[in-house]
């Protein structure tokens, strides 16, 4: 089985429908997940609603597909990019997809490359449809991506007072408040892990969370990872921390409180 770091993907950007200005933070976030070995944007580009993409085709070596409009009203984009995704699927080349769009026209094709067995990738706005986010594995939040590089911007100006730990430091702004529903999450899930004891993994109880919930990410709630957040959910959680014989690492367990 592959390490997640050497998973091949193909990116598909769909120009219509994203923001060209967090390409660079995209594209960072991608090769968390492995090696972007395709990288391809669609969309008509005779249209100057999509002249700001260019710069950063050059800089970030990404192949633009050039797809006419021919009716009026129809998004001839993501037939390109459907067609281009079965291809590339059928040839083996690559071991996982990301669908950068904010439309939920991709939700049939994440389905279905799911369906073959791919990793399925989704990047886009949080006004994107919820049936496209559930048929990805993992969704993530573009204005997510934003928040995240504005901090770290602000985090490496000389300067600026930088002793504050922004890694686990909740934001003020942009982002969702938690809530019972995210509690609930985040128990039910333990339940569902815990030992005769209640205790559970935290790493395990990330990724049951994410197969619940592919858009589920701690910097949706202001927290660059799920311990700090779960951290400060002490009234609801309690925490142990294991030291790991012979080694300075330290295994996080969780279990409910009653």
């Known amino acids: 089985m ?9 990116v598909l950007i769909d120009a219509d429908n994203i923001p060209y200005s967090n390409i660079k933070g995209m594209l960072d976030e991608i090769a968390k997940l492995g090696i972007p070995t395709i990288k391809r944007i669609y969309g008509d580009w ?8 260019k710069p950063a085709l050059l800089e970030h070596a990404i ?7 021919y009716t009026t009203g129809k998004n001839a984009t993501d037939s390109a990019m459907i ?3 079965m291809d590339i699927l059928h040839s083996e080349k690559v071991d996982g997809f990301c669908l950068v769009s904010s439309d ?8 279905r490359l799911r369906e073959s067995g791919m990793l399925v990738v989704g990047i886009g706005e949080k006004k994107t449809p919820r049936p496209f986010i559930a048929s990805c594995d993992k969704f993530i939040y573009i204005e997510i991506i ?3 590089k504005s901090k770290s911007s602000v985090a490496a100006t000389p300067g600026k007072d930088t002793t504050k730990n922004i890694k686990s430091t909740p934001a003020t702004h942009e982002v969702d408040k938690i809530d019972d529903k995210l509690v609930k999450l985040l128990r039910t899930t333990i339940d569902d892990l815990g030992d005769d004891d209640g205790w ?17 990410d701690s910097r949706n709630y202001g927290f660059t990872k ?10 609801y959680i309690e925490i142990d921390e294991r030291e790991v014989e012979n080694t300075r690492i330290k295994h996080i367990y969780i279990r409910n409180r009653e």
């Open 2 to 10: 592959k390490h997640i770091d050497d998973l091949k993907l193909a």
């Open 46 to 53: 005779t249209k100057p609603t999509v002249s700001g993409w």
């Open 104 to 111: 939920s026209d991709f939700t049939r094709l994440a389905t």
């Open 200 to 216: 559970a993994f935290l790493a395990e109880v990330g990724n049951l969370i994410m197969k619940k919930r592919p858009d589920f």
């Open 146 to 148: 934003a928040l995240t």
């Open 83 to 85: 067609i281009d995704a």
């Open 226 to 235: 799920l311990t700090p957040l779960v951290k400060s959910l002490k009234k």
């Open 63 to 69: 192949t633009p597909i050039q797809q006419y409009s």
